[in-house]
């Protein structure tokens, strides 16, 4: 996918000159990745489940697994806090700098905790449990296409978000559709993802009091919410001021600082993310076991 959308986004930025033909090329190339990622699926999975049912579960399993960044979210986080734990300030800004898209340079030990942390909560969304929700929309009203299709069509609008979707140059109206496509795919999934942190957190009202008070005043519909859930469940406090490129960028603050952000804080938040992945594997096995006895 990503080498698609490089390669699509250098002609288009050489040949479409004004923005209205930037925005054309941007609707095609959106829909046409995601269309043709979910028709791509499909195919292979049913191509290998002509050969033998066992290769198509096979392909289905892999091409899944590919979809759920939950354990490269923990192994990059961990990477991080390994040289922190270290006193090493210089390679835990370098190895933050891998999976942030802020300036590392000069962050401290504080700052690159809240920088591990607003990323592990935003990603748990689009990375996790978005592409999770598709993948049983896809078991349950669609048994016949299956879980990777739909999954992977989500990846692929994902995928276009995080390369093009950007309000800045070049990207303003080459990323616009991918930008506001992938915000209304994932608007669903992430407020289903509040509700259940609020559940498995045990604290419920205080989630959506504070999602409700500081999530609406973040620019993303979605990643304020993932970001603030996260937050009001474990006590702590994001956004603030960070560094893009040498330029100030200041987020809405996000939930109460009754606590600092700690290694511990971090695991617990990975922790929240494994729970609600393994709940709503749960509920959908039993969903899909209730509709096959009827």
Known sequence: MGWLIEKYTQIALKYCINPY??????????????????????????????????LGLAIQSIALASCFAGRSLRQASEAVLAETATGNLTAARAK?????????????????????????TENAIDGVMAPLFYAIVGILMMPNVGAVPLAMAYKAASTLDSMVGYRREPYTDLGWCSAKSEDVLTWLPCRLAVLTLSIISGKPLTVWQLCWRDAIHDPSPNSGWSECAYAAALGVQVGGINYYHGQVQEK???????????????????????????????????????????
């Open 21 to 54: 033909s930037r925005r054309l090329a941007g609707v095609i190339l959106c829909w046409g990745l995601i269309l043709g990622t979910g028709g791509f699926s499909w195919s292979i999975v049913y191509a290998g489940n002509l050969l033998h049912p066992l």
């Open 96 to 120: 933050l700098r891998m999976y942030v898209g802020r300036d590392t340079d000069k962050l401290t030990i504080p700052d690159i905790y809240r920088a591990i942390f607003e990323t592990i």
């Open 252 to 294: 809405p603050l996000l939930g109460d600082p009754i606590q600092p952000i700690t290694p511990r804080i971090i695991q617990q938040a990975l922790g929240l993310t494994r729970h609600s992945f393994l709940l709503w594997v749960g509920l959908a096995s039993l969903a899909s076991i209730l509709l096959m006895a009827t």
